[in-house]
């Protein structure tokens, strides 16, 4: 079945350090990649997202880029702040309006001032 | 505008019980999606609806069930409670038919079963 696999935490950054964050997935067909954060006590956001291939998504300084021929949709932001510490968790969407979005574990970003 | 609520927040049941979670999605979001959230699994699918039918469901046993109302509203319920069952329920809301995967999610219903 379709997954997502997404590198451990938790990642500690200094400000204005840059930022990567692995995904990798698997799917039949072509899915819709996503990326949604999680801040301390919140629910998941919508980051961004990419619809087909070599698209890239883009929101608040953070891009990820929808890589067909590696299957893998990375998140980076060139630098970090204190305020983007949080879980980001890296999903997918196949099966068209029968299809869920199917999530990574999450990783943690902790960044020091 | 209001964004999705979840009642009640937090919650503590013992095995056997059974639990209701309310969800509210934001105004004129007609699909509602719940998930679990725990450690060692992370987001699990539970169930969408759309328009008071179910969408489409995730592989959880029949103790899981959920519905909407005409108003969009929809409760998810739980029997029979495990140990197991403990985690962090999220629900999510979307205006579109298309189910283009992107959510609106609330803030969660903590269930800690004893």
């Known amino acids: 079945g379709d997954s997502v696999t997404q590198m451990e935490g938790p990642v500690t950054l200094s400000e204005e350090a840059f930022l990567t964050i692995n995904c990798t997935y698997t799917a039949t067909g072509y899915p819709s990649l996503f990326w949604y954060v999680q801040y301390p006590g919140e629910g998941l956001q919508l980051l961004l997202k990419?619809?087909?291939?070599?698209d890239k998504g883009s929101n608040k300084g953070f891009e990820a880029t929808y890589r067909k021929e590696t299957t893998s949709f990375h998140l980076e932001k060139g630098s970090v702040q204190v305020s983007d510490s949080a879980v980001y968790f890296c999903?997918?969407?196949?099966?068209?309006?029968?299809?869920?979005?199917?999530f990574g574990k999450g990783t943690k970003l902790s960044v020091k001032p | 505008k209001a964004g999705v609520t979840q009642t009640p927040r937090y919650l503590i049941k013992t095995r056997g019980q059974q639990v209701t979670l309310s969800c509210s999605p934001i105004?004129?979001?007609?699909?509602v999606s719940w998930y679990q959230q725990t450690p060692g699994q992370g987001l699990q699918f539970l169930f969408e609806?759309?328009?008071?039918?179910?969408?489409n469901k995730g592989n959880f046993p029949g103790r899981f069930s959920g519905r909407q109302f005409s108003n969009s509203r929809s409760e998810m319920n739980v029997s029979t409670l495990e140990l197991g069952d403990s985690a962090l329920y999220l629900c999510?809301?979307?205006?579109?038919?298309?189910?283009?995967?992107?959510?609106?999610f609330g803030e969660g219903s903590r269930l800690t079963v004893l």
């Open positions: 609806y759309f328009s008071e039918t179910q969408r």
């Open positions: 990419a619809t087909k291939a070599d």
């Open positions: 999903a997918l969407k196949s099966g068209g309006s029968q299809g869920n979005l199917i």
């Open positions: 105004s004129g979001h007609r699909s």
């Open positions: 999510a809301s979307s205006r579109d038919q298309t189910n283009t995967g992107e959510l609106f």
